[in-house]
């Protein structure tokens, strides 16, 4: 019996959603199916999708007459074409115009926008949407965004990233790095050490997290806040760093989260909106304990295993951070939560089940039931 064909589609643009499009790839395949990956080089680099047994075909995130060309031309003999984030979908469904291929749409994250990149946002949202047989998303919000946006069948779906290995850690150094060493480092020996990680844009909240630090300044000793991440407003935080004289180090990109978080006495969240972050899930893996913002799907993700904030309040950041540095019990207690709330996620297994059981609902009577 033949395989079950699918191809895989990526922009590139979300950690989150590259890292499960890796997760995924390489559970389909241990289960016998046929996967195709069509992403930018750059996320092969990050994900090693050849070497989880798929095929791996290099496509620019653009929509140009080129690209969709090879992307039309990638999917060709699919039983099921997975797009993964609002462009990749958009380009997909210029790429499948005229095939009955079915499309299912993995909608990771919710972006932001205003005035006139507000409407284009919103024009391809729906054509995103209502191009997808099915939309699957993590959160609620997601699911209900989708349906007002046109989509005929959209579902809350159960998503996981599994934990990095030891060597995938930081900069390499993996199961070698010191956070003592890392500590001294960065200055924070007999200070506590908070740190965040993302992509330094808007949406992230980077600027109210500086707003909170500058308020926990009178703290002694003084925490140290360090920020890990590259993207549009790095200038502009350095520089806030800079003039106010914030106990703040913006790390370049070498450091990775995990090895932050094993240094770290505390992870922030800030965002304006998180689906399933990453960074919520390693530090609850980690036992270490989070702050972050009550966006999108995070009071889910954590349930009473974080200390939760409303988006936009420095004060209540701030008074969060200040509350858990002063009460290294509740540390503890947040710390064990993270962990017993971690064990109850989604399995790998599951996403996997999940995923393949909408494939066999969309895939043709002759597809159904191939790879198992």
Known sequence: MSQLRTVHVLGGGSAGGSAHAGSLAAGLVARGVRVTVCAPPAVDRAHDFTAAGARFLPVPRRSDPAAVAALRAACAGADVVHAHGLHAAARTALALSGRSVPLVMTWHTRRYAEGARRQILHLLERRAARAAAVVLAPTSDLVDLARERGARDARLAPFTVPPPCPEDLGDGTGADADPDKLRAELGAVDRPLLMAAGALVPQHGFGGLLDAARLWRGLDPEPLLVIAGEGQDRDALRRRIRDEELPVVLLESRHGAGELLAAADLALLPSRWEGRSLLAQEALRAGVPLVATAVGG???????????????????LAGAVVRLIEDPAERDRLAEAGRAQAADWPTEDDTIAHVLSVYDELAQPSAIGRGR
């Open 298 to 316: 995070t009071p889910e993700l954590v349930g009473g295993a974080a200390a939760l904030v409303p988006y936009g309040n420095a004060e209540a």
